[in-house]
């Protein structure tokens, strides 16, 4: 019983400091009351009427992993990507991967139709998080899911048939981040080039900053600018990366060592 009563305190006093953290960041939220740095995102990431500082992304929250605070969402996949490198350390030598049986002929035959849904929900995801709630890292993450369950019901070994190895998992990563970094640096270059100011991460011309990329990419349904490439970049570089964590930590130790 005094393990229960220990228990139940230790529960009851995290629920009531995360209660008084909470409204000590957040606050009493007046009813229809919108906050200014809110107010300023909501009325500009997509509006036509003043394109100064638009996102051209329909989704503000979109527009702003990319575009307003896209410095911060680039530090936070570089975090990611040293974390994935770390990983890796602790296993050395090359790692092949052997057949196993998997499970049974039902569940290996549905298993390859849901990695197809899997993977378009992965892309649908990525490239539509303009409009709806979405991005690169949730369709990397559900990228990296398709092939979790082709681990699962099929084996390891299945994975390279499909041309995804751990080697060839990292190069695709690697690949994915080059494509975030490229687009990165290409506005310093044009500085550079041009003469005119640019800025590392520049989505759309500013007043004072006249480079930017198209608006729209050929339809008028995707829009941002670099948002959908970039997006597409951070979604194969978190579902490689997830997926070569978990081929790591699946495998045994002799598996390894070979």
Known sequence: MKGWGASALGVLFIVLMSSILTYAFLGYPEIGFVRPLGEFYLLNTYNFENQNWWSAS???????????????TLYETMVFYVGIAAVAMFFEGHAKLRKTGGMTVIVRSTARLVFVFIITSAFAITIFSIKTPGGGFQGGSIMAIAYIAIIVSLSRGFLPEMSIDVEKAHVAKIAGLALIAGLTIVPVVYSLASGSVAYALQNLPKAWAPFGYPAFLGLTSLSGGLIIPIQLGEMVHVGMGFTIMFLLLTMKEKEVDD
Not at 58 to 72: E, F, K, S
């Open 58 to 72: 329909p989704n503000a929250v979109t527009g702003l992993l990319w575009d307003y605070r896209g410095y911060d």
